[in-house]
């Protein structure tokens, strides 16, 4: 044995018997289960997401059309799209995975539908699972997954991701509805899934 190993011995003794003697952690209660499609928050704590949120409601540009925006740039799909509102500036943040592989990412301004920048991420799309050939091959676009969940919410989408599933791929959109937010997946047919 290593000395660095027998200087720890005495260290995980007593540290195992500290832990013995205070028992387990107290539990905290199991939050209430919310009824099935009830709005709810999409991950994080609500207030976070009301925050991130804010803007949503008054931008003059949809996500679907920042979505048409950021495709128009080039060839390829769009596979992620956020609001997001810093410093009173609301864009859209979307990226594209093109044919050839490549990932750019698109700031589109939630008011104007102008494009506010462009920036290629080549070190990013090893870390997709998703291949070109998966998203070019749905038969429904993230963009008309977008309006088949605001249409079943009522609400606007400020979040859609396109996921891996088995053999094809599937649609996660957050839709805000006043200070709600409810998760909402779609099928790469373009049909709601049932919530699991």
Not at 81 to 103: P, R, T, W
Not at 128 to 134: A, C, W
Request: hydrophobic share 35%.
């Amino acid at each position: 044995m290593s000395r660095f190993a027998l200087s720890l011995a005495p260290l995980l003794v007593l540290t195992g018997l500290a832990a013995a003697q205070t028992g387990p952690a107290p539990q905290a209660p199991a939050p209430a289960a919310t009824p099935p499609g009830a709005a709810q928050p999409a991950h994080g704590t609500t207030g976070h997401k009301e925050r991130e949120h804010e803007g949503l409601q008054a931008a003059k540009v949809s996500l679907a059309q920042a979505l048409d925006t950021a495709e128009s740039k080039g060839p390829g799909r769009a596979i992620e799209a956020d609001f997001e509102n810093e410093g009173g500036k609301s864009y859209y943040e979307i990226k594209v995975l093109g044919s050839d592989g490549k990932l750019t990412d698109h700031h589109i301004d939630a008011n104007s539908g102008q494009v506010i920048k462009s920036d290629n991420h080549p070190i990013e799309s090893y870390f997709i699972r998703l291949k070109p050939s998966d998203v070019q091959n749905a038969p429904a676009s993230l963009k008309q997954a977008v309006a088949t969940a605001e249409q079943k919410a009522g609400g606007k989408a400020a979040e859609a991701e396109v996921e891996r599933a088995a053999d094809s791929v599937q649609y996660k959109i957050t839709v805000v509805t006043g200070s709600q937010s409810q998760e909402i997946r779609v099928g790469a047919d373009g049909k709601i899934m049932p919530n699991k």
